[in-house]
């Protein structure tokens, strides 16, 4: 007969209030690991599943092409599009258009984000490798899924369809619905859904601020934007996976040490049929 024990673990979220879950451990024979350090995983989207910034850069030479008296701040091209991957819409249209009212560049980032919506769910992204493989084997281990992303209001949605992915996430939430930002997002999600010991997985320092906001633990994606472009390395993470693929085993594994310095196991993948 099987035993069990029960770990309480507490941590403060957002609010400043607690945000307590249940870790539950089979006590298995002597020098084996636990079966299961987490029940859920709560993933980023852009630069931790897919990369749709060839698509996005599209809708900037269309925005710009309806609007030929606007001057943007930054080369509206797919390098900067990578760069600030993972702000709002909101910091992005003070961030592109600085010098327009807050109105103007807000409609202008609505302009881009209404042409995503329709494009995405038709062209698609470029999934990371491993990406479809790494999810089907994330269930059958019994982990349940869900994405949280800082993205308008239909862009998850674009993704599920596009890559047909509706079964495999459980729930989703964006801040362009919600007008939250994504550490409170990820608490809704946790809260509706009765998440006991989630984790987030993301590429960015956005990323790391939400899971940290949120008081979970964060997966950190060297693969994608944040280890390669403008807003630099996230160094204080709770682990690390140079491929999706990885996601697994590290999830798996028992509790470790952050060691920031350990080197990149070789190049990071190409998004799964090349760049875009």
């Known amino acids: 007969m099987p035993f069990f024990s029960f770990r309480l673990f507490s941590q403060t979220g957002l609010t400043g209030s607690p945000a307590c879950g249940i870790m539950l451990w089979k006590i298995l024979p002597k020098g084996e690991a636990p079966v299961k350090r987490f029940d859920s995983v709560i993933f980023d989207l852009d630069g931790t599943l897919w990369d749709a910034t060839g698509v996005t850069a599209e809708t900037w030479v269309e925005v710009m092409r309806r609007h030929p008296e606007v001057t943007p701040a930054v080369p509206l091209d797919r390098d900067?599009?990578?760069?600030?991957?993972?702000?709002?819409?909101?910091?992005?249209?003070?961030?592109?258009?600085?010098?327009?009212?807050?109105?103007?560049?807000?409609?202008?980032?609505?302009?881009?984000?209404?042409?995503?919506?329709?494009?995405?769910?038709?062209?698609?992204?470029?999934?990371?490798?491993?990406?479809?493989?790494?999810?089907?084997?994330?269930?059958?281990?019994?982990?349940?899924?869900?994405?949280?992303?800082n993205a308008q209001d239909g862009y998850v949605e674009a993704f599920l369809t596009a890559h047909r992915l509706w079964d495999v996430f459980e729930d989703r939430e964006s801040s362009g619905r919600t007008g939250h930002g994504k550490a409170e997002n990820i608490l809704d999600v946790i809260r509706r859904r009765d998440l006991r010991s989630p984790v987030y997985v993301g590429d960015t320092v956005s990323d790391r601020d939400g899971a940290r906001g949120a008081g979970i633990p964060f997966v950190y994606c060297r693969y994608g934007f944040g280890e390669s472009f403008g807003r630099g390395r996230v160094d204080d993470w709770d682990m690390a996976v140079d491929r999706f693929s990885d996601l697994p085993e590290v999830l798996e594994a028992p509790e470790a040490p952050n060691d920031a310095d350990t080197p990149v196991s070789g190049p990071s993948p190409e998004p799964d049929g090349g760049a875009i």
């Open 80 to 149: 900067s599009v990578c760069r600030y991957m993972g702000l709002t819409n909101e910091e992005l249209a003070g961030i592109f258009f600085p010098t327009l009212p807050f109105e103007e560049a807000f409609a202008l980032m609505g302009e881009s984000c209404a042409l995503e919506n329709e494009w995405l769910p038709v062209r698609g992204g470029v999934l990371w490798p491993g990406v479809p493989e790494t999810l089907a084997r994330l269930r059958r281990d019994g982990y349940r899924l869900f994405v949280v992303s």
